[in-house]
């Protein structure tokens, strides 16, 4: 899942980069309002997480642009400013949390969490097979094992669970995992999908190649007697 991360202070902003890229998000990180706003305008994520002081741009100036687009993506604000009158302006303009600084990296996490549960119905477990995937947690298990997998190979296999039995196309895949600061080439997903087959395989889940367009996961039992590939 991929975050826009919007603080103007270059530390605070570090920090919470570093804090939310180790729970295993994808995250883009900007330091000022237009900025912000050009990045809703032509990006697609699953959540941003914005400060409102922010140079050049207000942050409520660039929420309220990005609702007036229509854009749905949930809002995690972040403000000194603790007032009910401050709180309830940025609740009228669209925002859907509230975190007043300074915070625990800890409960950071855990709105962060509860939100991206929000924005997909509620839904608690993504689950194919023996395989289940927390995406609020970010932690996979299979028959109840946890898997070891990297930040990109648990994005990779949420977004391929989250369009279990149907192709998932490999240059939509390159998108959804890719960072500003590492952008992941259809070429590369190839060796993301070998390394993340080869740690699905021995539970009975695999991946399966669609030549031309992408990947499948199915369980093995569904798979039927098929190779898998790595092209």
């Known amino acids: 899942m991929r975050i826009l991360l919007v ?3 270059d530390a605070l902003r570090a920090t919470l980069l570093e804090a939310l890229r180790q729970a295993g998000y994808g995250v883009d990180a900007v330091a000022d309002g237009a900025a912000a706003d050009a990045a809703l305008a032509a ?3 699953e959540l941003v997480v914005l400060d409102l002081g922010l140079p050049e741009l207000d942050g409520l100036d660039v929420l309220r642009r990005a609702r007036q687009r229509q854009d749905r993506t949930p809002v995690l604000v972040l403000t000194a400013r603790d007032s009910i009158d401050e709180r309830v302006v940025g609740l009228t303009a669209g925002a859907d949390d509230y ?3 300074p915070f625990a ?3 950071l996490e855990a709105r962060v969490a509860a939100m991206m549960r ?3 119905g509620g839904l608690t477990e993504l689950t194919v097979g023996p395989l289940t995937l927390d995406p609020g947690g970010r932690s996979a298990r299979a028959h109840g094992q946890r898997l070891n997998l990297s930040v990109r190979e648990l994005a990779l296999l949420e977004a391929l669970m989250q369009r279990a039995g149907q192709v998932a196309i490999k240059n939509r895949l390159a998108q959804r995992i890719s960072d500003w600061d590492e952008e992941v080439s259809p070429n590369a997903i190839e060796v993301y999908v070998h390394r993340l087959r080869k740690k699905l395989q021995p539970h009975g889940v695999h991946i399966r190649t669609i030549h031309g367009l992408g ?3 199915e369980p093995a039992d569904a798979a039927g007697s098929e190779p898998d590939a790595d092209a």
């Open 215 to 217: 990947y499948l996961l």
């Open 43 to 45: 990006g697609d994520y």
């Open 118 to 120: 929000r924005a997909a």
């Open 7 to 9: 603080e103007d202070d």
């Open 99 to 101: 975190l007043v600084k």
């Open 105 to 107: 990296l800890r409960e």
